[in-house]
């Protein structure tokens, strides 16, 4: 509460513009494939660079958070995403996009969605579904405001004069990170002084996280100069969540899934104008897509945190992904504009039910105090599929001419994926439940084990007690010891 919907409102910019605004882009992609005589999978490079720069710059954005805060971070990601869109103006071949518009523009994003999506993590603990479902909401915001406003700016001002607006726009992250304002030591004392004396809240244990605080202490100072590189990176990256069973279960999980995440919403727009749609109907299917996604991401954070899905959440994630890559099978029998929108509603909601749960789910599986680390580890394995998605969907359209072999593949795949994730976190809850069973027998079991040891050592007690019958035995053994040390 209070400061926490100031952040939650400053997440929803960010997150917005990390995740919509490579989509957004996919109505200039037509035009720019024509200025520079290109073929789909070239073009597609750009989004696709962007989306894996994010993505992959992950473990170096939760490194830059723990060392310096998520406020810094947010706002020095803005000012590259504005510098990156700026310079892409000026760009004269599809490779200077790619630097301009892909790396650096992507990597100002990948300082947006991260530190957006960890401090939430530390404002929040009761209402963190609901408060993350927020924030998220920000993606399909942003892209039913992108579409129209692309397809606006380039009718007016042709694709460069539209990155140059775009790119002052994204300056506006620069807005949103001044709203994380840091959590420290003095805020969750004042919070634990209004608790009920001699009652700590658990939202100001939750907030006193030493993330962010800065320390003076000269000897942890010391320490910290004596220890090797390995030792100072796995301070920032948790490495041991890879012998974490449920964290390995959801990251093979999820890059498997983002093989076909992305491509359908990049190619939605110029498979409707090479269907022979209009621009503005084909722009308007993203917004369609968009609006249904706003409403589906709070809606499933509200669903997620009720007492009857929140304790099997992972089924309810596994789920949402095998219910997306269905609406991409079924894709190609929308022959015309109406089988198009309806694929929009139901893509739009698939897609905001995985995106609400995304990060939920791996809290989840990790806690709260690992999730920083366990999100730079996630980003940076996913950033491989994500970057070969959208290309391999334009090869398969440029091989085939047709746009049905890209939905089918990315239907499969995620159908795949959600079947993976429901089997094996059937295994892990099963496991899960295995393992509590054991710790508390043994907890139990030390009483008996204590009991019986204690009745051991009595007997054992009782029979090298010396009574008067063996008293010459005793006195001709330490007879024999004091000879054998020569005296």
Not at 366 to 387: K, P, Y
Not at 439 to 460: A, C, F, I, L, Q
């Amino acid at each position: 509460g209070g400061w926490g919907w100031a952040v939650v409102f400053g997440a929803f910019v960010s997150i917005g513009f990390a995740y919509a605004f490579p989509k957004g882009l996919a109505i200039f992609f037509k035009e720019i494939q024509v200025f520079f005589g290109t073929s789909y999978s070239e073009v597609a490079w750009i989004s696709s660079i962007m989306l894996a720069t994010t993505y992959g710059a992950g473990p170096i954005s939760s490194i830059l958070v723990n060392r310096y805060g998520s406020r810094p971070v947010v706002m020095f990601g803005g000012f590259l995403c504005g510098v990156g869109m700026i310079s892409a103006a000026f760009c004269t071949s599809i490779l200077q996009l790619y630097i301009c518009v892909g790396f650096i523009t992507g990597f100002g994003l990948a300082l947006n969605l991260q530190p957006s999506v960890i401090i939430i993590g530390k404002y929040f603990l009761k209402r963190r579904p609901i408060a993350n479902g927020l924030a998220m909401a920000g993606s399909p915001v942003m892209l039913c405001t992108l579409a129209p406003l692309n397809q606006f700016l380039f009718d007016n001002f042709g694709w460069r004069g539209s990155f140059l607006i775009l790119g002052a726009i994204l300056l506006n992250c620069c807005v949103a990170g001044a709203l994380f304002r840091p959590i420290g030591a003095a805020t969750a004392t004042a919070k634990t002084q209004d608790a009920p004396k001699g009652k700590i809240s658990e939202d100001a244990m939750e907030i006193s996280s030493p993330i962010n605080i800065p320390t003076e202490n000269k000897t942890e100072e010391e320490e910290e100069e004596g220890k090797d590189c390995c030792e100072k990176i796995n301070q920032y990256l948790d490495f041991s969540l890879f012998k974490h069973r449920g964290f390995l279960i959801y990251l093979i999980g999820n890059v498997l899934m983002f093989l076909g995440f992305f491509a359908p919403i990049v190619f939605l727009a110029p498979y409707a104008k090479h269907s022979g749609i209009d621009e503005y109907s084909a722009a308007f299917l993203l917004s369609i897509l968009a609006i249904v996604d706003m409403v589906a991401r709070p809606t499933t954070g509200i669903i997620a945190n009720s007492k009857w899905v929140r304790p099997r959440i992972q089924y309810f994630f596994s789920f949402a992904i095998a219910f997306n890559g269905a609406c991409h099978l079924l894709c190609p029998l929308a022959s015309n504009y109406t089988g198009l929108v309806v694929y929009s509603s139901f893509f739009g909601l698939a897609f905001g039910m995985v995106c609400a749960m995304l990060f939920e789910t791996l809290m989840d599986l990790v806690g709260a105090a690992r999730f920083t680390s366990a999100v730079g580890l996630v980003t940076i394995a996913e950033c491989c599929t994500i970057l070969l998605g959208p290309p391999i969907g334009g090869t398969l359209i440029d091989t085939f001419g047709d746009y049905k072999y890209m939905f089918i593949k990315c239907g499969a795949v995620m159908v795949l994926a959600g079947t993976f994730l429901f089997i094996m976190n059937y295994y892990n809850y099963r496991m899960l439940a295995k393992e509590e069973k054991e710790r508390k027998t043994k907890e139990e079991d030390p009483k008996s084990v204590r009991t019986e040891n204690e009745g051991r050592n009595n007997r054992n007690r009782d029979t090298t007690q010396v009574g008067p019958e063996l008293e010459p035995l005793r006195e001709e053994q330490e007879g024999t010891k004091k000879e054998m040390n020569g005296t």
